[in-house]
């Protein structure tokens, strides 16, 4: 180095410009890559950064031309000073004109010796303290790296186990969650057949409550006496209303497991929620687990430790995972009650119908024997009926040909009378003959106005008998018909429960 200089410099621009110095210290900090070719700048200045430095500049000549002041007289100013550019005094300059004004003037701008050596001590004692300060701040920055870089160490590793932690305890509800998520899917499941069961229940009501109705309609068809509200009727009456009553409160029980089968899709959709939230959690947290100064895709995100996305804490958020394990518990416990409800009315009504089916089936059992002694019965006097109307028809036809007969003994006794009221003079004399014809006569009138009332009588019972006879035929026929609907068409409808392979009894 033949010339050199010392210069004052100010900040410098960002390293981007291929003409700076090499020794240039840079204020703004070398570049650092970051994607897509980009470079992130450190803001400046920085606060342990001087804004102001020096550095030794080096003039070089040309190989064929010497360094005259005309070559130095402007000084180098970098880019971005504000000061005015040094100048040096020209020792040569009025050499022509006036020599004596140009030494005097050169003379008055030299130092005396002990100025000289004073300055020199002065720099050398700045050299030691600045060289003695500067070994200290080395020791102190060996110090502080060796302190950051443990603390750096120790944050990652203590950054690394929480990752862990938390790690464990996200998998840890998470198993929660999805042990519960399918026991709940269980028992969703099973509650669904247990509706299954009680609409199948409900509809199997149907048979028996048509076999009844139509019962009622049969027997609605018997005639005249018949239509008698009698046990039967009575039984089948009752046995429809308990049908109906079933079919009631099995409707109700399936408006509220439809109910529950909502809580429980309901829960089971915010399980499902957590389930999938968790599972993406511990996926991002396996990740930055594993990740460590070696790992691609590092990089800046300058900020993000100002920004907080979180909406919850760590009791909050075991307390959410908690409060769905509960609510799926208790959906659970109520879905189990209710399959329990469930079971325990469908057998309930199996048994009450069946008590209600056995009971009217009794009853028209009971009915159609009591219709068979009747029936019995009426044969019976029918017959006697019948028999009797004989009987009398026979003796109607004996009173009439007495009475018939009467006639000739009256013709007799009154022709006895007649002749003899053709005797003359005394002769028409009052005698016992003519008090006996007279009494005969009378006799004989006597005899057949009491025949012709016995056949008046007869005939009288003989038409009361025919009408006994057709009474007894009719009711006969009805209690045959009744007795017909009774046994052939109700019992034959109700031979067999209609739906025991539905219901439990």
Same mark, same amino acid.
């Given at each position: 180095?033949?010339?050199?200089?010392?210069?004052?410099?100010?900040?410098?621009?960002?390293?981007?410009?291929?003409?700076?110095?090499?020794?240039? %210290?840079?204020?703004?900090?070398?570049?650092?890559?970051? #994607?897509?070719?980009?470079?992130?700048?450190?803001?400046?200045?920085?606060?342990?950064? *001087?804004?102001?430095?020096?550095?030794?500049?080096?003039?070089?000549?040309?190989?064929?031309?010497? =360094?005259?002041? &005309?070559?130095?007289?402007?000084?180098?100013?970098?880019?971005?000073?504000?000061?005015?550019?040094?100048?040096?005094?020209?020792?040569?300059?009025?050499?022509?004109?006036?020599?004596?004004?140009?030494?005097?003037?050169?003379?008055?701008?030299?130092?005396?010796?002990? !100025?000289?050596?004073?300055?020199? =001590?002065?720099?050398?004692?700045?050299?030691?303290?600045?060289?003695?300060?500067?070994?200290?701040?080395?020791?102190?920055?060996?110090?502080?790296?060796?302190?950051?870089?443990?603390?750096?160490?120790?944050?990652?590793?203590?950054?690394?186990?929480?990752?862990?932690?938390?790690?464990?305890?996200?998998?840890? /509800?998470?198993?929660?969650?999805?042990?519960?998520?399918?026991?709940?899917?269980?028992?969703?499941?099973?509650?669904?057949?247990?509706?299954?069961?009680?609409?199948?229940?409900?509809?199997?009501?149907?048979? *028996? +409550?048509?076999?009844?109705?139509?019962?009622?309609?049969?027997?609605?068809?018997?005639?005249?006496? !018949?239509?008698?509200?009698? &046990?039967?009727?009575?039984?089948?009456?009752?046995?429809?209303?308990?049908?109906?009553?079933?079919?009631?409160?099995?409707?109700?029980?399936?408006?509220?497991?439809?109910?529950?089968?909502?809580?429980?899709?309901?829960?089971?959709?915010?399980?499902?929620?957590?389930?999938?939230?968790?599972?993406?959690?511990?996926?991002?947290?396996?990740?930055?687990?594993?990740?460590?100064?070696?790992?691609?895709?590092?990089?800046?995100?300058?900020?993000?430790?100002?920004?907080?996305?979180?909406? &919850?804490?760590?009791?909050? /958020?075991?307390?959410? &995972?908690? #409060?769905?394990?509960?609510?799926?518990?208790?959906?659970?416990?109520?879905?189990?009650?209710?399959?329990?409800? =469930?079971?325990?009315?469908?057998?309930?009504?199996?048994?009450?119908?069946?008590?209600? /089916?056995?009971?009217?089936?009794?009853?028209?059992?009971?009915?159609?024997?009591?219709?068979?002694?009747?029936?019995?019965?009426?044969?019976?006097?029918?017959?006697?009926?019948?028999?009797?109307?004989?009987?009398?028809?026979?003796?109607?036809?004996?009173?009439?040909?007495?009475?018939?007969?009467?006639?000739?003994?009256?013709?007799?006794?009154?022709?006895?009378?007649?002749?003899?009221?053709?005797?003359?003079?005394?002769?028409?004399?009052?005698?016992?003959?003519?008090?006996?014809?007279?009494?005969?006569?009378?006799?004989?009138?006597?005899? =057949?106005?009491?025949?012709?009332?016995?056949?008046? !009588?007869?005939?009288?019972?003989?038409?009361?008998?025919?009408?006994?006879?057709?009474?007894? %035929?009719?009711?006969?026929?009805?209690?045959?018909?009744?007795?017909?609907?009774?046994?052939?068409?109700?019992?034959? +409808?109700?031979?067999?429960?209609?739906?025991?392979?539905?219901?439990?009894?």
């Amino acid at each position: 180095m033949t010339h050199s200089e010392t210069v004052l410099y100010s900040q410098f621009q960002p390293w981007t410009t291929a003409a700076a110095t090499p020794c240039m %210290e840079q204020v703004a900090g070398p570049p650092i890559p970051t #994607r897509m070719g980009e470079y992130y700048q450190t803001p400046r200045p920085h606060p342990w950064r *001087p804004t102001l430095g020096y550095e030794t500049v080096e003039v070089m000549p040309l190989p064929s031309q010497q =360094i005259t002041n &005309s070559m130095i007289d402007p000084c180098y100013t970098p880019y971005g000073m504000a000061t005015h550019p040094l100048k040096f005094p020209n020792l040569v300059t009025g050499f022509d004109r006036n020599p004596g004004h140009a030494a005097r003037a050169a003379l008055y701008t030299r130092y005396t010796p002990l !100025e000289w050596t004073q300055n020199n =001590i002065k720099y050398y004692n700045e050299a030691d303290t600045n060289r003695n300060y500067s070994e200290r701040l080395r020791n102190d920055f060996v110090r502080v790296m060796r302190e950051t870089d443990e603390r750096t160490v120790q944050g990652q590793r203590e950054s690394g186990r929480r990752l862990g932690e938390r790690i464990t305890d996200t998998a840890f /509800w998470r198993n929660e969650v999805r042990t519960e998520l399918e026991r709940l899917l269980t028992e969703t499941n099973l509650l669904q057949d247990a509706k299954r069961a009680l609409e199948k229940a409900r509809n199997d009501v149907e048979a *028996p +409550l048509h076999i009844a109705q139509e019962c009622l309609y049969h027997r609605e068809k018997r005639m005249g006496i !018949e239509l008698v509200h009698d &046990s039967a009727e009575q039984s089948l009456l009752k046995e429809i209303e308990t049908y109906r009553n079933a079919e009631l409160k099995m409707k109700c029980l399936a408006t509220k497991v439809s109910a529950q089968l909502r809580n429980n899709r309901a829960a089971q959709h915010e399980l499902e929620t957590d389930v999938t939230s968790k599972e993406s959690a511990l996926g991002i947290d396996n990740i930055c687990h594993q990740l460590n100064n070696y790992s691609k895709g590092i990089n800046y995100y300058g900020g993000v430790e100002k920004f907080d996305p979180t909406v &919850s804490t760590t009791e909050s /958020w075991a307390e959410h &995972s908690n #409060r769905l394990v509960q609510r799926s518990q208790t959906e659970r416990g109520r879905s189990a009650q209710m399959r329990s409800d =469930i079971d325990c009315m469908i057998n309930t009504c199996a048994q009450e119908l069946w008590d209600a /089916w056995s009971t009217t089936n009794n009853a028209l059992a009971r009915r159609t024997t009591e219709s068979l002694e009747a029936k019995s019965k009426l044969q019976n006097h029918l017959h006697k009926v019948q028999q009797e109307i004989f009987d009398l028809e026979k003796n109607i036809e004996l009173l009439k040909k007495g009475i018939l007969d009467k006639s000739v003994p009256m013709k007799v006794a009154q022709t006895r009378l007649e002749a003899r009221t053709h005797r003359k003079n005394i002769e028409l004399c009052r005698d016992t003959a003519q008090d006996r014809l007279v009494n005969e006569v009378r006799d004989l009138q006597d005899s =057949i106005e009491y025949l012709h009332r016995k056949l008046q !009588e007869a005939e009288a019972q003989h038409q009361q008998l025919l009408k006994t006879r057709a009474n007894l %035929e009719d009711d006969l026929h009805n209690k045959s018909n009744s007795l017909f609907i009774d046994r052939e068409k109700c019992l034959g +409808l109700r031979r067999s429960f209609p739906i025991t392979a539905t219901i439990k009894y």
